[in-house]
């Protein structure tokens, strides 16, 4: 693959993650983005400093954005006030159980 031709002053880390992601596109992992950046510009950069960057830019671009707070999984404070309710209402040792039992089924 050619290298993309870099004037005379230096590109931005921003303006190479941009550009890779206008060529890979916004739902390209940080990977790819990263070989992406190191094939066409001969530089490296860290995972967390693309992530960063693809969040600025994403921002700036008016593109919404995805809170990590609602996704499955993720224990919400609501969770912590259910688990509380068995317990005083079933007692400690009868949620224990009901954890290792749980713990079978996954």
Do not use: H
């Amino acid at each position: 693959m050619a290298k993309a031709k870099v004037s005379e002053e230096k590109l931005s880390q921003k303006k190479m993650v941009q550009a890779a992601l206008e060529t890979k596109g916004w739902d390209a992992k940080n990977a790819e983005l990263q070989e992406y950046i190191r094939e066409q510009f001969d530089t490296e950069l860290a995972p967390n400093v693309i992530s960063n960057y693809k969040s600025i830019i994403k921002r700036e671009s008016g593109k919404p954005t995805v809170s990590k707070r609602g996704r499955k999984g993720t224990p919400q404070f609501s969770d912590l006030e259910i688990v509380c309710g068995l317990v005083n209402r079933l007692g400690v040792e009868k949620v224990r159980q009901l954890v290792d039992m749980a713990g079978v089924f996954s």
